[in-house]
């Protein structure tokens, strides 16, 4: 049987050919599921200083973010070859939580491209469970990235204070 011909990423639905997903920049791999990213900087409002005042502003706190892949267990051996391809310390242990990769994706309909990067990511093995259309079994790996660039834009200020 062959695999779906859409994969979910960030809720939205795109065609198997309109999605790219290239880790470490390496091959494309087309055998994914599903694609789940957020990031976010907590905000919270600064109270006046008197009683009943107006807000004085937001406090910005710490910056999260966290990601999820599902990809097809025929394709899994695959995935984790590419991660470690590239990290020669977690190829040395065999280790795929010791590896350090990027991940970038592209998704494409018609005139419509978005673009994210994952920069910096770790991975925990995965657990197996069902796909979305429930046809296939699949392995949703969590991925830890530092940060996350979407469409050339981070939340994060990526620039040094002097």
Not at 21 to 33: F, M, S, Y
Not at 47 to 55: C, E, K, L, R, V
Not at 101 to 122: G, H, K, W, Y
Not at 123 to 139: E, H, K, T
Request: hydrophobic share 45%; glycine share 8%.
């Amino acid at each position: 049987m062959g695999l779906p011909v859409v994969v979910r990423v960030n809720k939205q639905m795109f065609t198997r050919k309109s999605v790219s997903i290239r880790p470490n920049g390496l091959a494309r791999l087309t055998e994914v599921d599903s694609l789940e990213w957020s990031d976010e900087v907590a905000k919270e409002l600064v109270p006046g200083m008197n009683d009943g005042g107006a807000p004085l502003g937001q406090a910005h706190g710490n910056y999260s973010c966290a990601a999820s892949i599902s990809v097809y267990l025929d394709a899994c051996d695959k995935f984790e070859t590419i991660i470690m391809a590239l990290d020669p310390i977690a190829t040395a242990q065999g280790n795929l939580a010791a590896a350090v990769f990027q991940l970038p994706i592209i998704t494409r309909e018609e005139l419509r491209v978005s673009t994210a990067l994952l920069v910096d990511c770790t991975i925990a093995a995965g657990a197996i469970s069902v796909g979305n259309d429930g046809s296939a079994l699949v392995r949703q790996y969590t991925i830890q990235p530092t940060y996350i660039i979407e469409n050339g834009r981070s939340k994060i200020n990526l620039l040094p204070a002097v």
